[in-house]
């Protein structure tokens, strides 16, 4: 299209090709008008010379109100992947110009590890009884040295004797024979075999379940990539390891705690009265997937999936009847007792207040005041509870207005009003449900912080290479922050278990916080 297309058009058709003209420009000025405060972006999108406290303070022209201030706590989302931060890396290219595989390339030199750390002590394994017929060794039995393996471990002080230091440590392994001819070997332990996983769960391994436990808190809590981790051991605590060891040692965490979340804290989600769920993008070898979260009041998991049904029914089964707070998506709606997250409307209320159609614009400013009106109402009632039935009368002409609003926009020609007219009667129950029984949230603030420090994770690793570093990711944020919910030392907690799956003995509880 351009001046001499318009200049042919005549005048019947150049009036309708105005008006669309028209909305297309009010519609990419109030895209590019867009903030946290007014969509789902995540306040990281802010350019850096914006405070984010800039957009709190009223503006003159927004009506007078108390803003979000009547909100739980502030609020961000994390719906949206940046455009650059969270791009998959380039594929590295070889002198061919194809692609070329992770990981060792074929010819390349090979590295070794090399014993220069002292052996600080020897551990003796000697079996305690014959593995045919069950008799005990005596103390005069001639035991025979079969084998050996080295590890390295972590020494943690205390208050009194603070340190942190390796530990190396040599395993000797003794046969015995027993009188009925049987030879009996003391044996490293070793887990059994599990589907679905590729790492082993063995004492065989080089580093001990504290040095592992460690290496996790490194990866998934610092967010400090494999070379960094390994940089960090060589200069701080003079070790080698190589990325791969570092990578199989995560891997290895992630498959000991799998009992635990699978089998105790999928069953006390399923039991919580309150659930919060929310989910962000994760990227799985440059596919996009998602990143769920579910918590309740003393457990948090997580799992990667696609952004489907599926995810929520095989997680809590369809018999779920606690509830749910949640955003617009719609497959929640397949639960009957849930919660909207009130800051999500607001924002799109404002969104409409401060867009170009008048329509909207009148809409928008009547749904920010009828619900910042009714969030006060919700807040000065928690502070001296009345009788539910008392808040529910005080707050009908409210929900009639706010209601009969929605009702009459729902068929208007400004699209943006439409949708959010339809939204609010779509989930009108999910939405009033808090003003019925004011105890309830407004937002769902507790799943998006929750998320806040697995997105930056996203940010910095762009996601995982494969379905197996996906599960152990989730798997170990599951532990990590379900033990902090509770006051526990998830990294003791992980050291434990591991060492434990390790000899194949049965896998500890997570336990739960005893109340005062």
């Given at each position: ?115 220069t750390l002292p ?73 059994a075999d599990e ?8 004492e065989w391994h ?311």
């Amino acid at each position: 299209m351009d001046t001499d297309y318009l200049d042919d058009l005549p005048e019947g058709e150049l009036r309708p090709l105005s008006k669309q003209l028209l909305a297309d420009l009010k519609e990419a000025r109030e895209r590019l008008k867009q903030s946290p405060d007014t969509s789902s972006r995540p306040p990281s999108s802010r350019e850096p010379w914006q405070s984010n406290q800039s957009s709190a303070e009223p503006s003159e022209e927004a009506p007078a109100t108390d803003d979000l201030s009547a909100l739980d706590s502030s609020e961000s989302s994390s719906d949206d992947l940046p455009s650059q931060d969270s791009a998959t890396p380039p594929a590295a290219t070889g002198d061919s110009g194809k692609p070329k595989k992770a990981g060792r390339q074929v010819g390349s030199p090979g590295y070794s590890r090399n014993l220069t750390l002292p052996v600080t002590r020897t551990i003796e394994h000697r079996p305690d009884c014959c593995a045919a017929c069950g008799q005990s060794f005596a103390d005069n039995t001639d035991y025979r040295p079969w084998n050996a393996r080295f590890e390295l471990e972590l020494e943690v002080g205390n208050a009194e004797s603070p340190k942190l230091q390796i530990e190396h440590s040599r395993h000797d392994y003794f046969s015995a024979t027993c009188p009925c001819g049987h030879q009996t070997l003391a044996e490293p332990g070793r887990g059994a075999d599990e589907d679905g996983w590729s790492v082993a769960l063995s004492e065989w391994h080089l580093c001990g379940p504290r040095l592992v436990s460690f290496l996790v808190y490194l990866s998934l809590s610092l967010r400090a990539s494999r070379r960094r981790i390994q940089a960090y051991l060589r200069d701080w605590l003079g070790i080698y390891l190589s990325t791969s060891t570092i990578n199989q040692c995560i891997h290895e965490a992630g498959r000991a705690v799998a009992p635990v979340v699978d089998e105790q804290l999928i069953a006390e989600l399923k039991a919580a009265g309150l659930l919060h769920i929310d989910e962000t993008p994760w990227k799985e070898a440059g596919q996009l997937f998602w990143l769920w979260v579910f918590v309740s009041a003393q457990t948090v998991i997580y799992q990667v999936g696609k952004r489907h049904r599926l995810v929520v029914n095989q997680l809590l089964g369809e018999a779920f009847c606690g509830l749910l707070m949640t955003d617009g998506y719609s497959v929640y709606r397949i639960f009957p007792r849930r919660l909207r997250c009130w800051a999500h409307l607001v924002r799109k209320a404002r969104a409409l207040y401060q867009c170009l159609d008048s329509e909207g614009q009148a809409f928008g400013e009547a749904l920010l005041l009828a619900m910042i009106l009714l969030m006060r109402n919700i807040h000065r009632l928690r502070e001296s509870p009345p009788d539910a039935e008392s808040l529910w009368a005080q707050n009908q002409q409210l929900l009639t207005l706010l209601r009969s609003l929605c009702e009459t926009h729902r068929d208007i020609a400004h699209v943006d009003s439409r949708q959010l007219a339809g939204e609010f009667l779509n989930d009108w129950e999910a939405i009033v449900r808090v003003v019925e029984t004011p105890a309830h949230p407004l937002t769902n603030n507790v799943a998006e912080r929750s998320l806040r420090h697995w997105v930056l994770l996203r940010k910095i690793t762009f996601g995982s290479r494969t379905a197996q570093g996906s599960r152990v990711v989730a798997l170990l944020a599951s532990v990590i922050d379900t033990a902090r919910l509770r006051d526990l030392n998830p990294w003791e907690f992980i050291a434990q278990t591991l060492a434990e799956r390790r000899k194949n003995q049965p896998v500890p509880r997570l336990p739960m916080p005893v109340l005062a």
